[in-house]
Every structure is written in structure tokens, then in C-alpha cells.
Nanobody
Framework: QVQLVESGGGLVQAGGSLRLSCAAS????????MGWFRQAPGKERDFVAD????????RYADSVKGRFTISRDNAKNTLYLQMNSLKPEDTAVYYC??????????????WGQGTQVTVSS
């Protein structure tokens, strides 16, 4: 059974940084693409970034390009999201996700419980 556990969220001032982590278990983590999504209050869940199983390919939403960096450590079964220059509009619950099929980047069918990120102005 796949389990994804996010951590690292919190309250930060605008312009600050946070690093999110997602610990994965229950599947051969290193063979699957993974991603980060976020959901702000009253809004739908949106794509933030994703990364291929090898880490060679990354994709970002336009709103976070140049500020966020996704990475993974397959030896530790852990996914990361380094978030710099945070803005109040980055406030949301952040979810990590695991791809449905080996070797692909999406669709995603396994989700963590989420971690809250709040950016104050």
C-alpha cells in the first residue's frame, strides 16, 4: 500500500523560504514520476511541479518558475520542494503525488495528506 507523508510546511513571511519533504513507501519509488500540487481555500487543486523517476526532467507551473525547485532522493525515497521568494498567493495546502504508471509523469493517483503553507504579507 502506497503511503506519502508530507512535512515542512509552516508560517513564513513574504520573501522567505520553506522546504517541503514527502516520504514515500509501499512502492518502488525510484521508478515513478512524482509531483507537488496545492489547494488554496475555495479553489481547486492546482499543479505546482513534477519530476521524472530519474530526476532528469522537471516541469513547473508558470506561477512558481524561478522560485521553486523540485528534487528527489531515490536512495531515501523522498521528494522535495524548495520554495524561495514566497508570496502570500502561495498560501495553500501542498500535496505530494505519485504517478499511476511506472516511468511516467502523471497522471497521479496517490496523494499525501497535505501540509499547510501560509505566507504572511
Amino acid at each position: 500500500q502506497v503511503q506519502l507523508v508530507e512535512s515542512g510546511g509552516g508560517l513564513v513571511q513574504a520573501g522567505g523560504s520553506l522546504r517541503l519533504s514527502c516520504a514515500a513507501s509501499g512502492r518502488t519509488f525510484s521508478r515513478y514520476g512524482m509531483g507537488w500540487f496545492r489547494q488554496a481555500p475555495g479553489k481547486e487543486r492546482d499543479f505546482v511541479a513534477d519530476i521524472s523517476w530519474s530526476g532528469d526532467t522537471t516541469r513547473y507551473a508558470d506561477s512558481v518558475k524561478g522560485r521553486f525547485t523540485i528534487s528527489r532522493d531515490n536512495a531515501k525515497n523522498t521528494l522535495y520542494l524548495q520554495m524561495n521568494s514566497l508570496k502570500p498567493e502561495d498560501t495553500a495546502v501542498y500535496y505530494c503525488a505519485l504517478a499511476s504508471y511506472m516511468g511516467t509523469m502523471g497522471p497521479y493517483d496517490h496523494w499525501g495528506q497535505g501540509t499547510q503553507v501560509t505566507v504572511s504579507s
